[in-house]
């Protein structure tokens, strides 16, 4: 049978397959440790649970509106407003099935063939897929690591063409951690504005921040800013919901509408007990998630220091999201290695230990390590890893 054009172009993700290495060994009985995972390692909280249980029980089984219940938008609605002092109505308002159902269907919306979306690198896998199979063309715009692997106004202006129509920022950053200042993104929404540009922000990650660092949103620097912007956020890594798939995007009235309409001829609507476990989300205090993220920032605290001692590695610390991304490259010419993925590749299968080349994110020197699993594992992989770079590089 004979496939379309559009999906021979996209690349696999390199995190599910590594993710599915790793379980495949784990399965065949090795002792295998994971630090590939893009999800919390702890559960959804019980009181979730129980509201999305409830609601089936009392019958909220049906379809709701594609763009999701009236309810859930006024919680997010409610959330903008005590997070960001952002305010949006609910038909600038579109919940989704997840987060990245939410990116897809943005670009969908947006893009025509040929229009160009500068996409920072380091990058979130998908950005560069889902603008290709929207008849995009991703422009790969590389960040320096000295800058904590921030684009900078000189830098985005000196890719945007006449074909440009909209660029991604991502805070805090998967796969970096990288956190974008208040001034650095009036500086890029300048930019914007130049060029008359829409600013796709990604902000799933925004209650995972630390070291006493905050999140802003571009949306919030001006009313201009604001009006060019579509946020896209969710519950899967605040709350630990990953599997319930529920996010939304907040923006153009028309590019909402416009969204909830492709939708409609796609998924329906978000699965409805899942957006009654949101609710329940929304509408408790954070102890929750506060109690969370200070658990992976004791973790990030105490492997730092740890990773900084391999030989032939640096990285740049994270301020947000739950993941490192030190620079292997020196370890990997040390140890005979042609390429990092090669490194990566061989770190799993002589040590058991599973990271996540960085090639998949547009940054060739680097790994992806995730501390969204517990302490002892963390530094138990960081042992196995510097056994490997030692017997590698002696």
């Known amino acids: 049978m004979k496939l379309a054009k559009r999906v021979k172009t996209l690349t696999p993700s390199s995190t599910l397959a590594i993710t599915a290495k790793a379980k495949a060994l784990k399965?065949?009985?090795?002792?295998?440790?994971?630090l590939g995972a893009g999800e919390p390692d702890f559960n959804t909280p019980s009181f979730i649970i129980d509201a999305a249980a409830?609601?089936?029980?009392?019958?909220?089984?049906?379809?709701t509106p594609s763009g999701g219940l009236p309810k859930l938008k006024e919680?997010?609605?409610?959330?903008?407003?005590?997070?960001?002092?952002?305010?949006?109505?609910?038909?600038?308002?579109m919940v989704s099935s997840g987060a990245k159902h939410a990116l897809y269907t943005i670009f969908q919306a947006i893009l025509d063939e040929g229009d160009e979306v500068i996409v920072p690198a380091p990058y979130w896998v998908s950005y560069p897929e889902q603008i290709k199979l929207a008849g995009g063309q991703p422009v790969v715009l590389p960040a320096q690591e000295k800058n904590e692997f921030k684009i900078t106004k000189a830098e985005l202006s000196a890719a945007v063409t006449s074909k440009t129509k909209a660029f991604i920022i991502n805070s805090p950053s998967n796969p970096t951690g990288g956190l974008y200042t208040k001034e650095e993104l009036q500086t890029l929404g300048e930019v914007a504005s130049e060029h008359d540009l829409t600013i796709i922000s990604d902000e799933i990650y925004e209650k995972l921040v630390y070291d006493e660092a905050k999140h802003y949103s571009v949306a919030?620097?001006?009313?201009?800013l604001k009006k060019r912007t579509i946020i896209v956020n969710?519950?899967?890594?605040?709350?630990?919901?990953?599997g319930w798939r529920i996010g939304y995007a907040a923006g153009d009235k028309e590019v909402i509408e416009a969204m909830s309409s492709l939708a409609s001829h796609s998924t329906s609507n978000p699965t409805t007990p899942a957006q009654y476990g949101a609710l329940a989300a929304y509408n408790a205090d954070e102890s929750a998630v506060e109690e969370m993220r200070q658990a992976f920032e004791e973790r990030l605290n105490k492997v730092y220091e740890q990773l900084?001692?391999?030989?032939?590695?640096?990285?740049v610390?994270?301020?947000?999201?739950?993941y490192l991304f030190p620079n292997v490259k020196a370890a990997a010419d040390a140890g005979g290695f042609a390429t990092v993925d090669d490194w990566a590749a061989a770190l799993l299968d002589e040590e058991k230990v599973a990271v996540v080349p960085g090639s998949g994110f547009g940054a060739h020197e680097n790994?992806?390590?995730?501390?969204?699993?517990?302490?002892?594992?963390?530094e138990e992989g960081l042992e196995r890893i510097k056994r490997f770079i030692e017997r590698t590089t002696a």
């Open 27 to 34: 399965a065949a009985g090795h002792d295998v440790i994971g």
């Open 308 to 315: 900084l001692e391999l030989p032939g590695v640096s990285c």
């Open 54 to 63: 409830l609601s089936m029980k009392e019958g909220e089984t049906k379809y």
């Open 234 to 242: 969710g519950v899967s890594k605040s709350h630990s919901m990953t």
């Open 75 to 93: 919680a997010i609605i409610e959330k903008f407003k005590q997070d960001q002092d952002l305010t949006y109505t609910q038909e600038e308002i």
């Open 317 to 322: 610390k994270p301020k947000g999201a739950f």
């Open 367 to 378: 790994v992806r390590l995730s501390y969204a699993t517990s302490l002892s594992l963390l």
């Open 220 to 224: 919030s620097v001006s009313d201009e």
